[in-house]
């Protein structure tokens, strides 16, 4: 497994290399093991304090910028009734001194997967480190990736019942294709969710809680945005952290030359990115996108969300044709017109605010690593870049099985019996192991001196000594097998904690943090969940970790 144990919470929690755990590319491990490697792609080290010096003189800003974000800030949260706490951290934006450490995802149905949670808390995190450590205002702030329109994987999530079995959560959706989730509106659909979720929740002493915070936040007549802003609120409001709904109009106009320098542009940004991800791959790498060479780096919001390419100087947007200068227009009389895509994105986030820090996942990580040229040509300064905490969380009795028999982590994303065999056979007596291990050399080396034998009175008959010896080690091959489906019959509390450990770390194949929403994990533990991954400082980025809470 290539674990280790990390003080202050030996028993707890298990350390684990990141190249050890199973899904993550290349470019990721290497980004926290060998950042050299990466270094051309990147602004800078975030293990390195001068690159955090640098990063925070560049996102400081002046009173007017820094007055025009807080008031569009403080505006939705006030509109959510968002926790003091947060409403005090959002104030604080409008200090010019103030610089944030922003982190985001689209909007999941009841909070999206674990991984959600882990960048929010990370974000939060590492705000407090860097405010402490450099004397400098700092908030988290998480970025609500609210115009996005893949709304089959937002409408669902996923929750393990009391078998620790996988089990699909989807909210009812009649909405024509393109549409962005910022403009669902949640009916009566979203109670027969809520339903879905109670029925396949086990019941704990956090259940009730956990059901009426979230009928709280996705009710009736609110958005699908809104709801999963108000509930992240609910969780990590108190402790700081600033939700920002992405599709607020009022916020567009403070980016409009981003628009604008993208459709005098027409392809530079994808060409950029294209280019880094030449470049990525040729060292070994990978790239995360792949831009067409029409692309251009934003969608017209016009009912539905729509992609624009452009074809000899002018633009196409599904079968219509226009001049940029039409385009440019529009979007300085409304530019609530347009959203940007996921290489425009990052920009438009951190003009908005003073970023001197996003906090990736794996994915994002690696198409980040493309777009340090493009923001050169915006005049933009990239920020650092520090990945999110990566856990898996887990019973006791889980980390104690993984402890005792030190079993790789990536043997247990096969959803086959294949790796609790080879346990359980190594759990056989070494007396029995032994033995028959020598039954078999022991065999093998008869079995070739009777052929040499035989050979020097008929060579006809080395035939059948050859037909022998494989009976023979197949015989031995057939007793070993049946030694350990006896000790597997034998050992079935070894199968249970095997069958446990597999489905809670890899439900289904997959890593947890990925498929499991937070919501199932905040319904087994309860709010100890979120002190212990905010405040355990034994947890660092640079592993996986997997936690009994």
């Known amino acids: 497994m290539s674990a280790e144990t990390t003080s202050p919470t030996p028993s707890t929690a298990i350390a684990v290399n990141l190249t050890d755990f199973p899904g993550l590319k290349r470019l990721a491990t290497t980004y926290s093991t060998g950042f050299e490697q990466l270094a051309p792609y990147y602004a800078g080290d975030p293990s390195d304090d001068s690159a955090w010096s640098a990063a925070i003189t560049s996102a400081q800003r002046s009173d007017g910028e820094s007055r025009q974000i807080a008031r569009v800030v403080q505006a939705q949260l006030r509109t959510r009734d968002a926790p003091a706490s947060a409403v005090q951290a959002a104030d604080r934006l409008a200090d010019p001194k103030t610089v944030a450490i922003v982190t985001g995802q689209q909007a999941g149905l009841f909070g999206g ?90 019941v704990t002493d956090f259940t009730n ?27 990590l409001g108190p402790r700081g952290l600033v939700v920002f709904d992405s599709s607020d109009r009022h916020a567009k106009p403070l980016v409009t030359d981003l628009f ?11 060409s950029l990115a294209r280019s ?32 624009i390419r452009h074809d000899g100087g002018q633009l196409r947007i599904g079968d219509r044709r226009l001049e940029p200068s039409a385009l440019v227009t529009r979007v300085e009389r409304d530019a609530a017109c347009l959203s940007p895509n996921v290489l425009l994105r990052p920009l438009v986030q951190d003009r908005l605010f003073p970023t001197i820090c996003c906090v990736p996942g794996p994915n994002e990580l690696a198409y980040l690593g493309q777009l340090k040229q493009v923001y050169h040509h915006f005049n933009l300064s990239m920020p650092l870049m520090a990945p999110r905490l990566s856990a898996t969380i887990v019973d006791t009795a889980v980390v104690k099985f993984l402890r005792r028999t030190n079993i790789a982590l990536d043997a247990l994303q096969p959803q086959d019996e294949a790796a609790l065999n080879r346990l359980l056979g190594s759990q056989l007596p070494p007396d029995v192991e032994r033995t028959l ?32 010896r494989g009976r023979m080690s197949r015989d031995l091959a057939n007793l070993q097998n049946k030694v350990v489906q006896a000790a597997k019959r ?60």
């Open 437 to 468: 291990n020598t039954a078999q050399t022991t065999t093998d080396e008869a079995i070739t001196a009777v052929i040499a034998a035989v050979g020097a009175v008929d060579p006809t008959l080395s035939g059948a000594a050859e037909s022998t």
């Open 113 to 202: 997967p674990l991984y959600t949670l882990l960048k929010a808390i990370t974000a939060i995190r590492l705000a407090t480190d860097i405010e402490q450590r450099f004397e400098v205002p700092t908030v988290a702030v998480f970025w609500v990736d609210a115009e996005d329109h893949d709304l089959d994987e937002i409408r669902s999530c996923n929750v393990l019942d009391s078998d620790q079995q996988l089990v699909p959560v989807a909210l009812d959706l009649d909405a024509p294709p393109g549409t962005p989730a910022c403009a669902v509106s949640l009916g009566p659909e979203i109670n027969t969710a809520l339903d879905r979720l109670a029925a396949a929740l086990p």
């Open 276 to 307: 880094a991800g030449a470049q990525l791959q040729a060292a070994g790498f990978h790239a995360q996108v792949e831009p067409p060479p029409d692309g251009v780096a934003l969608f017209l919001q016009d009912g539905s969300r729509q992609s």
């Open 260 to 270: 604008v320098r993208e459709l005098s542009n027409l392809g530079v940004t994808s």
């Open 209 to 235: 809680d956990v059901l009426a915070a979230l009928r709280n936040s996705y009710a009736e007549g609110t958005g699908l945005v809104t709801g999963f802003a108000s509930w992240l609120e609910r969780l």
């Open 490 to 549: 034998k050992d079935q509390t070894l199968r249970r904690q095997f069958s446990r450990a597999q489905s809670q770390m890899f439900p289904r194949g997959s890593a947890q943090e990925r498929v499991v929403a937070g919501v199932s994990l905040l319904n087994r533990y309860g709010p100890a969940l979120i002190d212990r991954l905010l405040n355990d400082s034994a947890l660092d980025t640079t592993h996986h970790w997997v936690l009994a809470v």
